[in-house]
Antibody, heavy 120, light 111 residues
Framework: QVTLRESGPALVKPTQTLTLTCTFS??????????VSWIRQPPGKALEWLAL???????YYRTSLKTRLTISKDTSNNQVVLTMTNMNPVDTATYYC????????????WGQGTLVTVSS | QSVLTQPPSVSGAPGQRVTISCTGS?????????VHWYQQLPGTAPKLLIY???NRPSGVPDRFSGSKSGTSASLAITGLQAEDEADYYC???????????FGTGTKVTVL
């Protein structure tokens, strides 16, 4: 059974760095084809893909946020970490981690999401 | 900003058929990349509804179907039920952005 769970701070101040951890089970990120993405959703708005890391440690980032994002994996502990620098109130959103079995294919499993509010 | 355009809302009476369009461009749907659809019930994470244009994961009712043509795709819900009230998102891959793109989202209301 595949599960993913996001963890991190619920509140961050403007200009701070956000660090989110995705802890997953039911698959291994060392298996060929496996990928984990971070996707966010501002309140009342659409889904927005942020970053993806694959089994081979290749990383892909949303073009408009590339300078602020870093994605990494800890295969032995089944975790993927996303850092986003220089947080702004417009970054307030529910952040999801999600699995796919390829870089261009569908997301087949989602975490429950974690709400991050950016406010002083 | 979202690269795939959907109507903000559609509605229908129970039992009716509704369709949701998803319009892309030559760097995503028009380039041949597959389209996937997700259902997001209020207060929950999205759930995969249709993958690779017209395939349903196990457990998804056959009332849901997808299609793709040119630079667009569509999701159809036949025999609309109250439990179908949710937000629906299309998704594809964009070669110019080198990443996933999602639609603007459509809220389905059952009258």
């Amino acid at each position: 059974q595949v599960t993913l769970r996001e963890s991190g701070p619920a509140l961050v101040k403007p200009t701070q760095t956000l660090t989110l951890t995705c802890t997953f089970s039911g698959f291994s990120l060392s298996t060929s084809g496996m990928c984990v993405s971070w996707i966010r959703q501002p309140p009342g708005k659409a889904l927005e893909w942020l970053a993806l890391i694959d089994w081979d440690d290749d990383k892909y980032y949303r073009t408009s946020l590339k300078t602020r994002l870093t994605i990494s994996k800890d295969t032995s502990n089944n975790q993927v970490v996303l850092t986003m620098t220089n947080m702004n109130p417009v970054d307030t959103a529910t952040y999801y981690c999600a699995r796919s079995r390829g870089v261009i294919v569908e997301v087949d499993y989602w975490g429950q999401g974690t709400l991050v509010t950016v406010s002083s | 900003q979202s690269v795939l355009t959907q109507p903000p809302s559609v509605s229908g009476a129970p039992g009716q058929r509704v369709t949701i369009s998803c319009t892309g461009s030559s760097s995503n749907i028009g380039a041949g990349y597959d389209v996937h659809w997700y259902q997001q019930l209020p207060g929950t994470a999205p759930k995969l509804l249709i993958y690779v244009n017209n395939n349903r994961p196990s457990g998804v009712p056959d009332r849901f179907s997808g299609s793709k043509s040119g630079t667009s795709a569509s999701l159809a819900i036949t025999g609309l039920q109250a439990e179908d009230e949710a937000d629906y998102y299309c998704q594809s891959y964009d070669s110019s952005l080198s990443g996933y793109v999602f639609g603007t989202g459509t809220k389905v209301t059952v009258l």
